[in-house]
């Protein structure tokens, strides 16, 4: 089974065919960094237009890279929220013509649940799994029953975690996008040298707050007489410790709960952009390890947005007979906990 997948929910233009062994036959991203680098931050007009111009284009490539024809794929996978309703529509109809024309099955894909699987596509990862996935959009703890059981433990109740990374950066003069800027910058900075609140650390329900610690490092830096290379690098180190140590806090208190429901010691994963950040993990794998089990997560291009985990995902739906009408409306907001189920 081959199923090509399409993803342009937000500034990633890609296309990807995987089959059901789990091997990625091609896997083209575009990045339209750089159009969106002069605003600091997404544009969505500019992102749908982009899609626009590319899609068609790197999907063929994808094609060729896998050396398939049209009629050599048994489905056709396409990201339907939740995000950037403009380029969501550019992807959806794009698969669907793609699914008319050929008449194959189509597959809408939660961008969410594409993050959520893709550890069953590197991994192959069984369920049931603790699911921390951290992301420029989302900041969310699940677990994962099976394709489209999600159960949401907690989420995030102002900021993104990869939003307060951006933000961050931003503050600290470092440039867009944040999150890899500022784990550069931390790489030379001493994180003890400021003092940065752990927001929700040790409370019991398991939500996630970033925006008092984001204020907190524009606090610091309102302090400092002068502002140079040495201070950004210290305050990110310690905004990036202040971080992994709620995330670990927080993961670890999941876990508890996700082994009193599952009863499982299934592993802990993580996913989405934020999940390249390498103290980030190191972090998350000790929070693993002593809760008695081990940290997945997929290699750094696998976190980032691409269309491989949506062509996986796809592919995971449509082996369960998992298929959406070609009425299907793309959904801006699409949380996990609300998706179909196999019977
Ligand atoms: O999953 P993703 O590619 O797109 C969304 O669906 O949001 O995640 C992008 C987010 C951005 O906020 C970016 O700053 C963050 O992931 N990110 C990182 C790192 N690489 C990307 N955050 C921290 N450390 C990194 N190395
Ligand atoms: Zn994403």
């Not at 929220?81 to 969501?88: A, D, E, K, Q, Y």
């Not at 420029?136 to 989420?155: F, K, M, P, S």
């Not at 109740?157 to 931003?170: C, H, L, P, S, Y």
């Not at 876990?255 to 802990?268: A, H, K, N, W, Y």
Request: proline letters at 6%.
């Amino acid at each position: 089974m081959k199923v090509l997948g399409i993803e342009t929910s937000c500034d990633e233009t890609a296309a990807a065919i995987v089959d059901g062994e789990g091997r990625i036959l091609a896997n083209r991203v575009l990045s339209q960094l750089e159009e969106h680098r002069p605003y600091g931050g997404v544009v969505p007009e500019i992102a749908a237009r982009s899609h626009l111009d590319h899609l068609d284009r790197l999907i063929q490539e994808a094609f060729a890279e896998a050396g398939l024809g049209l009629d050599e794929i048994d489905g056709v996978a396409a990201t339907a929220g939740p995000g950037l309703i403009g380029g969501v529509f550019v992807g959806v109809l794009t698969a669907k013509a793609m699914a008319a024309a050929r008449g194959l099955p189509f597959i809408a894909v939660n961008h969410l649940e594409g993050h959520a699987l893709t550890v069953r596509l590197t991994d192959e990862v069984a369920f049931p799994y603790l699911l921390l996935l951290v992301s420029g959009g989302h900041c969310q703890l699940l677990a994962v029953r099976g394709v489209g059981r999600y159960e949401r433990y907690g989420t995030t109740i102002d900021d993104a975690v990869g939003e307060a990374f951006d933000k961050t950066a931003k503050l600290l003069g470092l440039g867009y996008p944040g999150g890899p800027l500022v784990e550069k910058a931390a790489a030379r900075g001493n994180p003890a040298r400021f003092s940065l609140p752990r927001p929700m650390l040790g409370r019991p329900e398991l939500d996630f707050s970033f925006s008092g610690l984001k204020t907190a490092v524009r606090n610091q830096i309102e302090k400092l007489e002068s502002f140079g290379e040495q201070d950004a690098a210290d305050l990110a180190a310690a905004f990036q410790e202040a971080v992994g140590e709620v995330l670990a806090d927080r993961a670890g208190r999941a876990l508890i709960r996700f082994r009193e429901e599952t009863g499982s010691v299934g592993p802990l994963v993580v996913a989405g952009g934020v999940a390249a950040n390498a103290r980030l993990r190191a972090r998350l794998q000790d929070c693993a390890g002593e809760a008695g089990t081990r940290l997945v997560a997929p290699p750094p291009a696998l976190c980032t947005d691409n269309a491989a985990m949506i062509a996986w995902a796809g592919l995971e739906r449509l082996r369960l007979g998992l298929t959406d009408p070609l009425t299907f409306a793309p959904r801006p907001r699409w949380p996990l906990d609300s998706l179909t189920a196999a019977a």
